[in-house]
């Protein structure tokens, strides 16, 4: 993040009024994603959001039990969402 946020900085003199507008937006987002590095998380409140999402979330764009498994998501919490192998994408 601090890589990218130098690059931003760089960037920002010299940029036309359009890219500075969401430059400098997309500073702020770091700024404040390092603001929150280290603070707690709760993973049970955030499991419990996928759940209620995910599955329209997949079949609207497409995304199948593979591909979820490959950024990490567990068998269990796919299941819960209601996102099987089998299912239609």
Same mark, same amino acid.
């Given at each position: 993040m601090e890589k990218r946020?130098?690059?931003?900085e760089a960037r920002i003199p010299t940029a036309d009024s359009l890219a500075k507008l969401r430059l400098h937006q997309d500073r702020l987002r770091? %700024? =404040?994603q390092l603001g929150n590095t280290g603070k707690s998380v709760?993973?049970? =409140?955030l !499991?419990?959001?996928?759940v209620k999402v995910a599955k329209g979330y997949a !079949?609207? %764009?497409h995304i199948g039990y593979a591909a979820w498994r490959a950024v990490g998501v567990?068998? %269990?919490v796919l299941e819960k969402a209601?996102?099987?192998k089998s299912a239609k994408i």
């Open positions: 946020l130098a690059a931003i770091l %700024k =404040e709760d993973m049970a =409140e !499991e419990k959001q996928f !079949e609207r %764009k567990d068998p %269990k209601g996102i099987t």
